[in-house]
């Protein structure tokens, strides 16, 4: 069955000739990356389809839902609070920031020096080839670092409807204070776009819906510390890819059937690799659908990705939100308390960041460290180089890779990647 | 008069050699760039004598100050409020970070791709070779961008008194929260390590104080905009820079008896220029001493820098604090009222700062600006982008550069300066 989707991406202003050429590169790589693979668990066939319909059924169910008055808000971050869009009957989406697109006409406006991951955000826009961002009936952007906080100043010239969120940088009281008034500030702003009051069920039905997802993203994270590994990294980071994207409810349940088949591999020590495979723990930026660079070089080389500390991954479901209160202002605080948590670099101290990179690699029982930063992210590049420094001197092993979405520095990364993997093997 | 202050650097711990070195280079670039130009005010004596006891009478002051009881402040930052320090008869002193030192030592802490002042603050502390940071009771740092933000996380390791203050990132009403929280918290810190109590007198001396540097500044600043420019921008960079270092009442009178002679010369229609010689605004970073090479390309090229848009300059001075308030609190909230207008890039969005280079523009009647960024500085990088585009729509001439501290691109930047020069002549 082929849905003809060029009416629909015509519709919501995609420039069709570009569109078609993202598609055809995005199958390429799948089929490459992914689909090319042996013994996947059968449970991936779930991915694979929704990876297939990413910009085809996702986009239609997107826009009936719009059709029946529910409204679509896209973000950028792990931030943005789900919970409060879900109350609202609202629906979030993660927006396309994985590739390089239209690079010239963004270097126009932004400097060079702007780490893929925002280029990509302009670049998505000003070549109009992604339908989530032109579905959206609201953007959030939140100021995390100087080039995403600086660059919505221009982003907001491209997409009128791009809503700001502010967010501390310490986590003091009036850090605290700040967060709250933001995701105050926030509900309303959701509330006035659909129309719907956010009560108290409703609240806590969004902080149940996306806790679960949160619990099935823990539970697969458990079922990779089993020798040999059940599923890849790759694999992995692609359920975390599409948490960003599916609905809710639905992935928690494909995930969870997932899991179960996982378990049963570990049971029968089925593995996607031999058992004692080296294992990579990889930490720092997210990666975005469609950046598999790394993790693909590192699974070519002969080791397993076995936890992903980055917002795509552990940092984006490590702390679930209590649904306690009995008020509606009860609940935010139980959800600025959840969100405060989390170890992003925009923090300043962000120590707990460097405990959970031990944690994780006792955990996970990983063999070495690969750091990721995408390339002028000063934030993650600035922290990496004390937490090298502490777990050399812990004898661990540590690998700093700074990149871009660009492949030609892949011949490069695949000889430092696999020395290291020889290092650690 | 030779004075010998190898055993006062000695006791502060200086690097004798490696701060042997720096005074050289510092003397023979003061001779080359400032001391063998013709024509400049007699009033510039008195900073050519606070320049050569940069290191020397002016450390011997603060270690004397200290005997005394005071206590010395460090900072990197214009948002450091000088109010609430001199209120505790506390001396503020701006730190170094104009040169490179160290950078081997500092790249194995700081990624390459931080900006020269950032570098340049650790390479001075690694090289030990700032008597100022070493005299220094309490070094102040501040959340202004990424970069800093996240050094000194590192830099605590180096500087244990190091004391970092939160800044906000949005002029609302949070934000100024924020702003007086953190300069409560400040208060408090330089009460307790001053040991004097902050009165409403003693808040509205240290005001005072403050605004009369800020008014000799404006008013140095106004007698600029006369044809031919009394003064070289060279010079008023100076002054600018001296302004963070000096005692700021003989300060103050120096540079208002420099004013009395710049209006004379006014007068006489003597300047350091012939008239008619091409303006040009500066825009952009700060230039801490000894970083005057922008200006000194542009000054040898056949223009005058006519006036400052940096912190090291009119973003610096531009807004006075207003003594309102018959309580400590109350005079607090007008210091953060006054550092609130700051159009630091910090702040998003951050358009009263494009609003006044505009304002510059017609006041100092330039032909032109030229906006200076530190490489990697990706605040002011990017709001450059727009700035450019708006100025070049209103037939301004606009001209972008990025640079470091290093005299690498000397040659290149002179050929692009001239060239610039030639179009606006």
Known sequence: MTVDYQPMWQELGLDLQAHDGLLQGLGAAYQDIFLSRKNRPRGMAY???????????????????????????????????????????????????????????????????????????????????????????????????????????????????????????????DGRHLLLQEYRRFLRAIEKLSGVEITVDRLRRGIELTNNKRRVLQRLSR?????????????????????????????????????????????????????????????????????????????????????????????????LTAAAGNTVDELLEAIVERYFQVDCAVFTPNSDRERHVAEMCREYQADGVIHYSLQFCQPYIIESMPMERRLNDQGGNFLRIETDYSMEDVGQLQTRIEAFIEIIS
Not at 114 to 135: D, M, N, Q, R, W
Not at 245 to 273: A, M, W
């Open 223 to 319: 079922l990779r510390t089993a020798n040999p590994v059940p599923i890849s990294g790759l694999d992995a980071l692609l359920i975390n890819q599409v948490s960003f994207y599916d609905d809710p409810q639905r992935f928690t349940e494909s995930i969870n059937k997932l899991c179960d088949e996982l378990e049963e591999r570990i049971q029968q020590k089925i593995g996607v690799f031999p058992a004692d495979t080296p294992k990579i723990l990889l930490s720092g930026c997210p990666m975005a659908v469609p950046n598999w660079k790394i993790p693909s070089l590192i699974e070519r080389s002969g080791a397993v990705v076995v936890g992903e500390e980055s917002c795509v991954g552990e940092r984006g479901w490590r702390n």
């Open 47 to 173: 991915l694979d389809f929704v990876m297939s319909e990413v910009h085809g059924l996702r986009i239609k169910e997107l826009l009936d839902a719009k059709k029946a008055g529910r409204k679509v808000i896209g973000a950028f971050c792990v931030f943005v609070p789900e919970e409060i869009v879900l109350a609202a009957d609202a629906i979030l989406v993660g927006l396309c920031t994985g590739a390089d697109f239209a690079m010239e006409e963004v270097e126009k406006i932004l400097p060079r020096n702007t780490c893929s991951l925002i280029k990509s955000a302009f670049g998505f826009k000003l070549s109009k080839v992604c339908p989530f961002l032109e579905a959206a009936d609201m953007v959030v952007g939140e100021n995390t670092c100087d080039g995403k906080k600086k660059s919505y100043e221009q982003l907001r010239e491209l997409i009128p409807n791009l809503y700001v969120m502010d967010l501390p940088q310490q986590k003091t009281e």
